[in-house]
C-alpha cells in the first residue's frame, strides 16, 4: 500500500500495460463493463472486494487507472488482490484524510495537495501526482455539519468537524493526471499538508 501511494503501482501493475498484459499478471477479473463505452471489449475490470482497473477504448487497450476501491479492516495485516498479496502497511478502513497526511510517508512525494469541494459535492480529496485519495460524508454527517455551521464554526473549525465527518472513502486512483481527474473540475480549495494539518489542530487544541 505505501509504494502505491507514492508511486501509483500496485506492485507489478503499472499504467500503460496492455489488456493481456493485466489479464496475465491478474487473471480473469470477477465482473467487467463496457463503462458505456463503444469499444467491442469490456474497458472495467473488477476485482473484489478491493481493485477496479480501466482501459483506453483503443487497441491495444492500454492500462489508464488502477483504484483500491477500499481499505483494509484494521485488524488484518495482509489482504488478496486477484493473485496480488498486499501489505496494508497500517493503512485501514477507518482513517481520514488527516489520519494519512499525518503518516510519515509523503517526503518522497511531489506536489500533494489537500482539495476541499466547496459545491454540492461534498468531497475531500489528497492529491499527488501519481495518485488521487476521496472521502466523502454520508448525508447524516452534511446535515450535522450543515447545523453545526448554522451556529457558527470558524474555518478551522469547521474543517476539523469536516475531516471528522468524512467516513466515506472512495478510494485511491492512480492515473496520468490525478488532478484532472476531479469532478467537478472546479470549486476545490486547495491546501498544502501542513496548511491542512494546521488548521485541523488548531481547532482540536482550541476544543481541548
Known sequence: ????????????????????????????????TDGG???????????RPFLEVLFGREPPYLLETIKVMRLPAAGRKYVQIARLRMDRDGFHDEMRPSDFLRRQVWAEVDALIVGRQNGSNPIIDICTNKTRLVWSMSITGEEMLQRQSDSGLSEAAYMARRDQLSDGFLGIYSSRSPKLDRAPLHGWSNFTSDQYLALIGSAETNAE
Open 1 to 32: 500500500m505505501l509504494s502505491f501511494l507514492r508511486t501509483g503501482e500496485l506492485g507489478p501493475l503499472k499504467l500503460g500495460l496492455t489488456m493481456r498484459e493485466v489479464s496475465e499478471l491478474l487473471g480473469p477479473p470477477a465482473w467487467w
Open 37 to 47: 463505452s463503444v469499444a467491442p471489449v469490456p474497458l472495467l475490470w473488477g476485482y
